[in-house]
């Protein structure tokens, strides 16, 4: 029964700054929104009957007088969230141990389920110590579904159930933060007088181009080509092939063709017509680093026209707050929200970086989750495919099983060296991986451009001495220091050029467009790098020396010599050399890569390259692991001992880390698209437009450097009384080289006047 004090009352979700509360938000209004939006989301993974209520439950919490009092203005801290995963748990059984976590993490993000980390554990939570008495009109003004009805995945998989269990919890997550995000949105839009509630979503829809229309676009593109070589007559045939397999159901794919075999557009074209074909939502292509996001993102924009701009998101650095203290979830209420503009991946092209995927795909927080339901029923094209990290290559493997498996995506591995995943060789392993490629093996005998051979050891004298007696001629080494060194001992020559990734990519991209200029010229061009330039760098020399590294990274550098084919073969050669200096060699991660190369090297001698060749590196690559190497964190092995009340979340996010050293990014104004955005900031309500915007002039630096950097005032957070530290920016360009890009070795020397940007 209703108290009669609260007999007829109105609850609230979200306030105004109206006194007579005419404009503030229903609570159940909002509830049911949010269980809408979040059921269709899971919808497309067969998970509206869990998604659905997780959206009713979120917020049931609101229902207390704490709370009513908190809206209204009062300083009253209250934890809303956790009488919704009790609620769950009661109502559902185990089953609603998947919505609990879910509900209860909605703003501070997943929690384990036993042991309590950065945050309370769910078991510790559903005790629900100090909560606030739940008000009965929730009851009054909420209908629950009886039964979330079954498990909406096929059990199976390298993972195991409990693996599968985790994979859909955070899917649940997603679908209810995202949701939750979009109703919050619109409901502050309606009052500013920019839209109507729950149309945020549909109007974002409704503004990108379909996918029909962009393969037209793409269509007219490739129709422009003519096959006037060798070389794109074999492209054409490659392309038209890959096109045709389409109609193949979801799944597992590869699509195994040389370097310069034009994987990039073939790939877009199979995943447009695929997607088209079987209902699929949109195209996301990973990448492995982030020097090349920016890149290929402008590859396709071109190649689809006038639609590319609005078509294609560039998703690979996070401008994101650190997540809350356990006790300070409510920082993430209402407006503090929309100021994080976190990225939900709903346009019909995303280009993110293989970190920011992965990472996700194991996340804990919002910020991270929000976009994984977007990832299912889509087209994942991972590029490079061999670049996965060996130390988490068992749990990534089974992720990308899961996708394919459950969630209605189609995985493509796209590589010239493809990795040996397929099972039973590699246990747990990819099933039915259909080729895409003609004939690979043909491909490889017809695109045979390059010789490659080790040359024994080289010292930086030596390389500056081929860089003199080359006019066209790239070297690339294994890190930035040695790439420094042998510019400097080459820079006076005509066409010396350095690459690294302490230039932002908008310089990157400044510095190569010189390059192909001069290689199409003729002019000496004289090109040092790190492995940056090895995956989609469109360049052609005539010679590439390659420190000595993995055989797939070789196999890279040698897609960068005689691309086109209109040389010699005989006379295009990559040259492998070892390092004189100590300094120079293979850092402690590659060595393993080094050592299996070798050992192929010598075996295959006569055509290091070719698939069978590249087959048996990989495999002597997780021989020299070893099988616990492969899930460096032990994620599997944790979660097979797990229930569902009992998931680690929190734990898989924190141990699922790819790249282990912590990278700060940094704001470059380098001209004055990114010193107009940075200004932008300044004033702006909302971030994420301008995030975007800033993307190409970011440097990612190690802790170490950043703190330096920010020590000295050379590094500066961009409106720090609205955005906090969310951007940073570099505020002396003399930091800032041509040639280097960004350096922080001395930063003690600026002067006190220089200290500023503008």
């Given at each position: 029964m209703t108290d009669k004090k609260t007999e007829g009352r109105r609850f609230h979700a979200h306030s105004t700054a109206t006194p007579d509360r005419s404009d503030w938000q229903p609570l159940a209004e909002h509830l049911r929104s949010v269980a809408d939006l979040a059921g269709a989301f899971a919808s497309v993974f067969n998970a509206s009957g869990f998604a659905g209520p997780a959206g009713l439950l979120h917020d049931i919490g609101k229902y207390t007088d704490d709370f009513q009092r908190r809206i209204a203005g009062e300083a009253v801290r209250v934890d809303h969230a956790t009488h919704g995963a009790r609620l769950a748990c009661k109502e559902y059984g185990q089953f609603g141990y998947l919505i609990a976590y879910a509900i209860a993490g909605h703003h501070a993000g997943l929690a384990n389920g036993l042991e309590s980390g950065e945050r309370t554990s769910l078991k510790d939570r559903l005790r629900g110590v100090g909560l606030p008495p739940l008000l009965p009109q929730w009851?009054?003004?909420?209908?629950?579904?009886?039964?979330?009805?079954?498990?909406?995945?096929?059990?199976?998989?390298?993972?195991?159930?409990?693996?599968?269990?985790?994979?859909?919890?955070?899917?649940?997550?997603?679908?209810l933060v995202d949701a939750d995000y979009l109703d919050t949105e619109a409901f502050y839009d309606k009052v500013a007088g920019?839209?109507?509630p729950r149309d945020r979503g549909a109007l974002r829809a409704l503004a990108a181009p379909s996918l029909p229309a962009l393969r037209d676009r793409l269509d007219d593109h490739l129709s422009a080509f003519s096959p006037d070589s060798d070389v794109n007559r074999i492209r054409a045939d490659i392309l038209a092939h890959v096109r045709e397999q389409a109609a193949c159901e979801p799944g597992m794919f590869s699509l195994t063709v040389p370097t310069g075999g034009g994987k990039t557009l073939a790939s877009l074209a199979f995943a447009l017509d695929h997607a088209i074909r079987h209902g699929l939502r949109r195209v996301i292509f990973v990448i492995p680093f982030t020097s090349i996001v920016e890149q290929n993102a402008a590859v396709f924009r071109r190649a689809l026209g006038d639609l590319g701009e609005s078509a294609v998101l560039e998703h690979h650095s996070a401008f994101v707050q650190p997540p809350p203290a356990r006790d300070d979830a409510e920082r993430y209420q209402s407006q503090e929200k929309l100021k994080l503009a976190m990225e939900n991946w709903d346009a019909p092209i995303v280009v993110t970086t293989a970190v920011q995927f992965f990472e996700s795909l194991f996340a804990a927080r919002p910020s991270q989750c929000r976009k994984l339901h977007n990832i299912a029923g889509s087209v994942v094209i991972l590029d490079e495919a061999q670049t996965l990290p060996l130390k988490l290559l068992r749990p990534a493997v089974a992720a990308i099983d899961e996708l394919a498996r459950n969630y209605r995506s189609s995985v493509v591995l796209c590589t010239a060296t493809q990795p040996a995943l397929k099972a039973p060789e590699?246990?747990?392993?990819?099933?039915?991986?259909?080729?895409?490629?003609?004939?690979?093996?043909?491909?490889?005998?017809?695109?045979?451009?390059?010789?490659?051979r080790h040359v024994g050891e080289l010292d930086d004298e030596a390389l500056a001495a081929q860089m003199r007696t080359q006019e066209q001629v790239l070297c690339i080494v294994n890190n930035r220091r040695h790439a420094r060194a042998v510019f400097q001992g080459m820079a006076d020559l005509p066409g010396a050029r350095h690459l690294t990734t302490l230039m932002c990519a908008s310089h990157r991209s400044k510095v190569l467009a010189e390059v192909r200029e001069d290689l199409k010229s003729g002019r000496p061009c004289r090109l040092v790098s790190t492995s940056l330039i090895e995956a989609g760098v469109d360049v052609d020399f005539p010679l590439v020396l390659r420190a000595e590294a993995g055989l797939d990274s070789i196999a890279q550098a040698a897609g960068r010599c005689n691309r086109e084919g209109r040389r010699n073969a005989a006379a295009s050669e990559v040259l492998v050399f070892s390092t004189a200096n100590a300094d120079w060699a293979p850092p402690p991660e590659l060595k393993q890569f080094t050592q299996a190369a070798a050992t192929v090297l010598r075996s295959h001698a006569e055509d290091p390259l070719c698939p069978a060749a590249i087959e048996a590196y990989f495999r002597e690559l997780y021989w020299q692991k070893g099988d616990a190497a492969l899930d460096g964190?032990?994620?599997?092995?944790?979660?097979?001992?797990?229930?569902?009340?009992?998931?680690?979340?929190?734990?898989?996010?924190?141990?699922?880390?790819?790249?282990?050293?912590?990278?700060?990014?940094?704001?470059?104004?380098?001209d004055d698209t990114a010193r107009d955005a940075l200004e932008a900031l300044r004033h702006a309500d909302k971030s994420g437009g301008i995030a975007r915007r800033l993307q190409p002039y970011l440097v990612q630096l190690p802790r170490q450097g950043f703190e330096a950097l920010r020590k000295s005032g050379a590094v500066q957070p961009v409106a720090p009384e609205r955005w906090g530290e969310q951007f940073m920016a570099l505020?002396?360009?003399?930091?800032?080289?041509?040639?280097?890009?960004?350096?922080?070795?001395?930063p003690a020397f600026l002067k006190a006047e220089s200290l500023c940007w503008g």
């Amino acid at each position: 029964m209703t108290d009669k004090k609260t007999e007829g009352r109105r609850f609230h979700a979200h306030s105004t700054a109206t006194p007579d509360r005419s404009d503030w938000q229903p609570l159940a209004e909002h509830l049911r929104s949010v269980a809408d939006l979040a059921g269709a989301f899971a919808s497309v993974f067969n998970a509206s009957g869990f998604a659905g209520p997780a959206g009713l439950l979120h917020d049931i919490g609101k229902y207390t007088d704490d709370f009513q009092r908190r809206i209204a203005g009062e300083a009253v801290r209250v934890d809303h969230a956790t009488h919704g995963a009790r609620l769950a748990c009661k109502e559902y059984g185990q089953f609603g141990y998947l919505i609990a976590y879910a509900i209860a993490g909605h703003h501070a993000g997943l929690a384990n389920g036993l042991e309590s980390g950065e945050r309370t554990s769910l078991k510790d939570r559903l005790r629900g110590v100090g909560l606030p008495p739940l008000l009965p009109q929730w009851q009054e003004e909420l209908a629950l579904p009886r039964d979330l009805g079954p498990l909406p995945f096929k059990q199976g998989g390298a993972g195991g159930p409990m693996f599968q269990a985790a994979f859909l919890a955070r899917m649940l997550f997603s679908s209810l933060v995202d949701a939750d995000y979009l109703d919050t949105e619109a409901f502050y839009d309606k009052v500013a007088g920019e839209g109507e509630p729950r149309d945020r979503g549909a109007l974002r829809a409704l503004a990108a181009p379909s996918l029909p229309a962009l393969r037209d676009r793409l269509d007219d593109h490739l129709s422009a080509f003519s096959p006037d070589s060798d070389v794109n007559r074999i492209r054409a045939d490659i392309l038209a092939h890959v096109r045709e397999q389409a109609a193949c159901e979801p799944g597992m794919f590869s699509l195994t063709v040389p370097t310069g075999g034009g994987k990039t557009l073939a790939s877009l074209a199979f995943a447009l017509d695929h997607a088209i074909r079987h209902g699929l939502r949109r195209v996301i292509f990973v990448i492995p680093f982030t020097s090349i996001v920016e890149q290929n993102a402008a590859v396709f924009r071109r190649a689809l026209g006038d639609l590319g701009e609005s078509a294609v998101l560039e998703h690979h650095s996070a401008f994101v707050q650190p997540p809350p203290a356990r006790d300070d979830a409510e920082r993430y209420q209402s407006q503090e929200k929309l100021k994080l503009a976190m990225e939900n991946w709903d346009a019909p092209i995303v280009v993110t970086t293989a970190v920011q995927f992965f990472e996700s795909l194991f996340a804990a927080r919002p910020s991270q989750c929000r976009k994984l339901h977007n990832i299912a029923g889509s087209v994942v094209i991972l590029d490079e495919a061999q670049t996965l990290p060996l130390k988490l290559l068992r749990p990534a493997v089974a992720a990308i099983d899961e996708l394919a498996r459950n969630y209605r995506s189609s995985v493509v591995l796209c590589t010239a060296t493809q990795p040996a995943l397929k099972a039973p060789e590699f246990v747990g392993g990819f099933e039915h991986v259909r080729e895409l490629a003609p004939e690979p093996l043909q491909l490889f005998r017809k695109l045979e451009r390059v010789r490659v051979r080790h040359v024994g050891e080289l010292d930086d004298e030596a390389l500056a001495a081929q860089m003199r007696t080359q006019e066209q001629v790239l070297c690339i080494v294994n890190n930035r220091r040695h790439a420094r060194a042998v510019f400097q001992g080459m820079a006076d020559l005509p066409g010396a050029r350095h690459l690294t990734t302490l230039m932002c990519a908008s310089h990157r991209s400044k510095v190569l467009a010189e390059v192909r200029e001069d290689l199409k010229s003729g002019r000496p061009c004289r090109l040092v790098s790190t492995s940056l330039i090895e995956a989609g760098v469109d360049v052609d020399f005539p010679l590439v020396l390659r420190a000595e590294a993995g055989l797939d990274s070789i196999a890279q550098a040698a897609g960068r010599c005689n691309r086109e084919g209109r040389r010699n073969a005989a006379a295009s050669e990559v040259l492998v050399f070892s390092t004189a200096n100590a300094d120079w060699a293979p850092p402690p991660e590659l060595k393993q890569f080094t050592q299996a190369a070798a050992t192929v090297l010598r075996s295959h001698a006569e055509d290091p390259l070719c698939p069978a060749a590249i087959e048996a590196y990989f495999r002597e690559l997780y021989w020299q692991k070893g099988d616990a190497a492969l899930d460096g964190g032990g994620l599997l092995g944790l979660l097979r001992s797990c229930r569902l009340d009992s998931l680690p979340l929190e734990t898989l996010a924190a141990r699922f880390r790819m790249i282990d050293s912590v990278q700060m990014p940094v704001i470059v104004p380098y001209d004055d698209t990114a010193r107009d955005a940075l200004e932008a900031l300044r004033h702006a309500d909302k971030s994420g437009g301008i995030a975007r915007r800033l993307q190409p002039y970011l440097v990612q630096l190690p802790r170490q450097g950043f703190e330096a950097l920010r020590k000295s005032g050379a590094v500066q957070p961009v409106a720090p009384e609205r955005w906090g530290e969310q951007f940073m920016a570099l505020t002396v360009m003399d930091l800032y080289s041509k040639d280097f890009g960004l350096s922080w070795d001395d930063p003690a020397f600026l002067k006190a006047e220089s200290l500023c940007w503008g």
